[in-house]
C-alpha cells in the first residue's frame, strides 16, 4: 500500500508546520517548547489572510466557543472559591494570559492546515513530520532514563524578567529537564519528560505519535522503513516502562484493543501475534519487574481522588464560567496539614484541576467548558468513525486516546497541539 508525497510548487507555505513538528527539539533547546505553537501562529494566519475565503473544519464551532467561554471567565479571575487560598496577582494574569494564547494560537493552527492543500502539504508528509517528532521523543525519553539530571538554563529563560520566569507555570515550560524526579515507588527515581514539559506529557504525546509513526513508516513504509520502526518502538519500550506513567500503559491497551476490534482478516491475526509475541518477550526482561512495583505502589490514587472532588465542589460555586485560572485547595485526602492554613504559610497542595484536562476546564471555564471540549472530540469520532483508511482510523483512535486521557492529564501544553493536529488530519483526509 502506498501513498506517495505529490509534487508540490508552494511547499514554503507548509514551512511553520514542518518547523514545529520537525523543529520541535530547537524550540526546546531555546526554552520555548510547547510555546512555539504561539510564535508559529503569526505566520500561518499570515498564510491563512492570503487565501480568504477560508475553509472551517465541521465542529471547529465548538472550539471557538470554547474560547470565548475562556475569555469571558476573566470576569471570575479575581474571586476565591469555598475552601481554596490564594492572592490575586502577576502569576494568575500570567497563567491565564498564556492559556488563552494557547487555545486562539490552536485554533489559527487548525484553520491553517485545513486550508492547505494536498498538493501544498500532502497528508503523509504531515503524517511522517509527527513520525520524526515521534523519534525525538524516543530520544528525549531515554536521555531521561540515562542521564536523569540533565537541565540547562535557556536562552528565553535568561531573558525573561523574574517576575515572569519565576511562575511556577511558566517555569515548568521554559526550563529543559530531561526527567522529572519523584517518588513514585517510596524512593526517588527519573520519569523521563524530554522534551515536553512534564512526565506525563511526554506519556500522551508518545502514545499520540507512536499511533502516527506506526502509519507513516509501517502501513506506508517498505521493508527497510518498516525494519527501523520494529527496532525504534523496542527502543521506546525502555522509557515507557520507567516513565511509571499507568495512565500511557491504559492508552497503549486501549489502542491494541482498538484495532483489534476495527481491521480484520490477516491484519487483526497480525496485530494479535505481534502482541502476544511482545508480550512474552516483555515478561521475560527485567522491565516487567519495575511494572509490577508500579502497580503495587498507586501512591497517587487518593491525592487524584482527592483533588479532582475539590475540583469539583469549588467549581459549584461558578458553573457557567469557572473561574479563569486554577486555585490551590486547602489540605489534601489526609489532613488539613499538608495544605496551606493560617499557621503553615509554607505548606502546599497541587493546583484545582491539575490531575486532567476535563477537570482543568471544569474549573476554568466551569462545566459548560468541559462539555464543548468533550463533545468536540466525541463529534469528531461520530463524523469520522465509517473512515476506515489508515489515516482515518488512526484519527479516531487518537480522539478516543484523549477522551480518555483528558481524566488523568493535563492538555496544555504540547498535548493540545498533537491532538488538534491529529483532529485537522482527519478532516483533510475526508475532504482530500
Aim: glycine residues 10%.
Amino acid at each position: 500500500m502506498t501513498l506517495p508525497d505529490a509534487p508540490t510548487t508552494r511547499s514554503r507555505a507548509a514551512w511553520p508546520i514542518a518547523a514545529l513538528l520537525v523543529g520541535y527539539p530547537v524550540w526546546w533547546a531555546l526554552g520555548f517548547g510547547g510555546l512555539a505553537v504561539i510564535v508559529l501562529a503569526f505566520p500561518m494566519a499570515y498564510v491563512l489572510w492570503r487565501r480568504r475565503p477560508i475553509r472551517v473544519p465541521r465542529g471547529l464551532g465548538l472550539w471557538a466557543l470554547l474560547l470565548a467561554g475562556y475569555v469571558v471567565s476573566a470576569l471570575m479571575l479575581t474571586e476565591m472559591p469555598p475552601d481554596t487560598y490564594g492572592e490575586f496577582g502577576a502569576g494568575r494574569i500570567i497563567g491565564y494570559v498564556m492559556r488563552l494564547a494557547l487555545y486562539l494560537s490552536l485554533m489559527v493552527m487548525v484553520l491553517y492546515l485545513s486550508n492547505l492543500t494536498e498538493r501544498e502539504l500532502p497528508q503523509l508528509r504531515l503524517v511522517r513530520m509527527l513520525g520524526v517528532l515521534f523519534l525525538t521523543t524516543v530520544a528525549g525519553g531515554l536521555l531521561g532514563v540515562l542521564f536523569p539530571s540533565f537541565a540547562f538554563t535557556s536562552p528565553l529563560e535568561r531573558v525573561l524578567p523574574g517576575w515572569i520566569g519565576g511562575n511556577p507555570f511558566v517555569q515548568n515550560l521554559i526550563h529543559p529537564t530531561a526527567a522529572q524526579i519523584q517518588k513514585v515507588l517510596g524512593h526517588a527515581a527519573p520519569r523521563p519528560e524530554a522534551p515536553f514539559e512534564w512526565a506525563n506529557a511526554w506519556g500522551s504525546n508518545l502514545s499520540v505519535l507512536l499511533v502516527w509513526f506506526v502509519v507513516g513508516w509501517w502501513v506506508y513504509g517498505g521493508p527497510r522503513r518498516k525494519a527501523v520502526a520494529v527496532l525504534l518502538i523496542a527502543a521506546a519500550a525502555v522509557p515507557v516502562v520507567y516513565s511509571l506513567n499507568r495512565g500511557l500503559w491504559i492508552g497503549l491497551g486501549l489502542a491494541a484493543l482498538y484495532l483489534v476490534v476495527r481491521v480484520g482478516g490477516r491484519t487483526r491475526l497480525a496485530i494479535c501475534a505481534a502482541g502476544l509475541v511482545g508480550a512474552a518477550v516483555f515478561a521475560a526482561s527485567p522491565l516487567a519487574a519495575l511494572v509490577t512495583q508500579r502497580i503495587d505502589n498507586p501512591h497517587s490514587n487518593d491525592i487524584r481522588a482527592f483533588t479532582v472532588s475539590a475540583t469539583v465542589e469549588a467549581a459549584g460555586g461558578s458553573p457557567f464560567i469557572g473561574y479563569g485560572n486554577t486555585r490551590n485547595a486547602m489540605g489534601n485526602h489526609r489532613t488539613i496539614t499538608t495544605g496551606k492554613t493560617d499557621w503553615c504559610t509554607e505548606c502546599g497542595h497541587p493546583p484545582l484541576g491539575s490531575d486532567g484536562q476535563l477537570w482543568h476546564l471544569v474549573i476554568t471555564q466551569g462545566f459548560v467548558g468541559a462539555a464543548l471540549y468533550v463533545a468536540f472530540f466525541v463529534g469528531a469520532i461520530r463524523r469520522h468513525w465509517p473512515d476506515r483508511s489508515p489515516i482515518g482510523l488512526a484519527g479516531v483512535l487518537v480522539m478516543l486516546l484523549v477522551l480518555l486521557y483528558m481524566f488523568v492529564y493535563d492538555g496544555l501544553v504540547t498535548p493540545l497541539s498533537l491532538y488538534l493536529i491529529s483532529f485537522a488530519l482527519l478532516w483533510r483526509n475526508a475532504h482530500a
